[in-house]
């Protein structure tokens, strides 16, 4: 039988192995991982700059949509230092507090990321389901309890699941994934687990309450686009962006959670580690592109900004010469 080790000691560490097939190819991951996250920064950032700066886009869609990509910006932050710095210095070990820190913000991410798709698919039900009540539905007043909802629901559900994991004595410290997960982490447990297994079911029940609200909702706006073909385009710009984040965001955190949970033995790791990654490296790299190319406005707004960056690029290289 195993004895408990002090997880609440400084030196205690947890060893990582989603990297160990990976050793071989580590500078290629490395680079390839860097521009990725340097990309995801980037876009993130001009459009979320562009949505604060640019007053015709202070919409409650468009400020969604900011906080959405906000939102995507500290997902990969919680993810690419730590991978990149395992990579370019051949290590694979995080500290008890950083194991912490990291597990605490990617769930952050996760739940924030549901909670947001949730109200936005609200959102798109009342601009298209019921559009002359829309602006006296969505005021400023509700847009901004609506952004703090979807933070305060998140962190609390996040604080709750880390304290019961901090209490948790652990048998081991061996991870088989590239990031800490709580779930991973509680499975390292010497104790019984019923409590964090109770509390888990209970967030899949508000995720599940989640889903079932995002489902009727999109059941009620494609009835009204069907109908008309003004909110056919409407919904085609504004919703299936939406779709397409919620879909491929949901299918890979859900396998990700199973496999975690119910799966055994390692044929599945692989894949496990794949889409493991993905929830955290594919939506804040997709949505701003996504929402980037299919909304006219956002789209116009980016390639002005572009235009008068050369503009002022020019007149310097002028000036310079001159």
């Known amino acids: 039988e195993c004895c408990p080790v002090n997880n609440s000691s400084k030196e205690f560490i947890f060893v990582l192995h989603g990297l160990n097939d990976s050793r071989t190819n580590k500078h290629i991951y490395f680079a390839f991982g860097l521009v990725v996250y340097i990309v995801t920064l980037f876009v993130n950032l001009t459009l979320i700059i562009t949505i604060i700066l640019e007053k015709t886009l202070h919409e409650p869609m468009y400020l969604f949509i900011c906080n959405l990509f906000l939102n995507g910006i500290c997902g990969a932050s ?4 730590k991978i990149l710095a395992d990579l370019f210095l ?3 070990i995080i500290s008890y507090t950083g194991c912490l820190i990291q597990m ?6 996760l739940f924030s990321e549901f909670t947001s798709l949730t109200v936005m698919a609200y959102d798109r039900y009342v601009a298209i389901c019921k559009p002359l009540e829309y602006h006296n539905v969505m005021t400023q007043q509700k847009v901004v309890n609506l952004m703090i909802f979807i933070w305060i629901f998140s962190l609390l559900q996040v604080s709750v699941a880390t304290v019961l994991t901090v209490q948790t004595p652990l048998c ?7 990031y800490c997960f709580n779930w991973d982490v ?10 964090n297994n109770v509390y888990s079911y209970i967030i899949m029940f508000f995720q599940f309450f989640q889903a079932v609200f995002i489902i009727i909702s999109y059941t009620r706006i494609i009835r009204a686009a069907l109908k008309s073909k003004t ?4 919904f085609m710009q504004t919703c299936l962006p939406h779709l397409i984040t919620l879909i491929n965001f949901t299918i890979s955190v859900l396998f990700d959670v199973l496999c975690a949970r119910y799966g055994k033995g390692q044929e599945l790791q692989t894949l496990r580690n794949i889409l493991g990654i993905e929830f955290l490296v594919v939506p804040p790299l997709l949505n701003p592109i996504i929402y980037g190319l299919k909304m006219n406005q956002i789209r116009q707004i980016v390639v002005v900004i572009q235009v008068l960056q050369r503009n002022l690029e020019m007149n310097f290289f002028r000036q310079e010469h001159m």
């Open 186 to 195: 509680v499975k390292l447990s010497c104790t019984d687990v019923t409590v």
């Open 78 to 81: 919680a993810f690419y230092p």
């Open 104 to 109: 605490y913000i990617i769930y952050c991410y």
């Open 172 to 178: 081991g410290n061996d991870i088989d994934k590239l």
């Open 90 to 92: 051949d290590s694979n």
């Open 231 to 234: 909110e056919r385009v409407k």
